[in-house]
């Protein structure tokens, strides 16, 4: 391994064995992902570490700019109710879900 790379954050102090691990970290520091609607001065929103969140505001927030700008969705119906989830709320409803046979109880 090589040396470590530090976040270059100094209220941070983390490091990383890649920098390419540390350069997706320092992300979450700057947030480039900014919104195009509510702007860098928007007390409400700065902007996002990774592009899906900035997806995910776009369609809370401004979903016909989203849809005009045919910003993917993170949805997806289950499997056995066909209610529409996000990706990630889905394969835990999924496991949960009263129509699923084999639901966790």
């Known amino acids: 391994m090589g040396p ?3 976040c270059p954050d100094p209220d941070c102090g983390k490091t990383f064995d890649r920098a390419c691990d540390r ?3 320092n992300n979450k520091h700057t947030k480039p992902s900014k919104c195009p609607i509510c702007g860098p001065t ?3 929103f700065h902007g996002t570490a990774q592009k899906r969140d900035l997806h995910r505001h776009m369609w809370a927030h401004h979903p016909n ?3 005009d700008q045919n910003i993917p969705r ?3 119906p289950c499997r056995y109710c066909h209610k529409m989830f996000r990706k990630d709320n889905g394969k835990r409803h999924e496991r949960k ?3 699923n046979p084999n639901r966790e109880r």
């Open 23 to 25: 350069d997706k970290h």
């Open 4 to 6: 470590p790379f530090y």
């Open 97 to 99: 879900c009263p129509m």
């Open 42 to 44: 928007s007390e409400s």
């Open 74 to 76: 993170e949805e997806a």
């Open 65 to 67: 700019t989203a849809r």
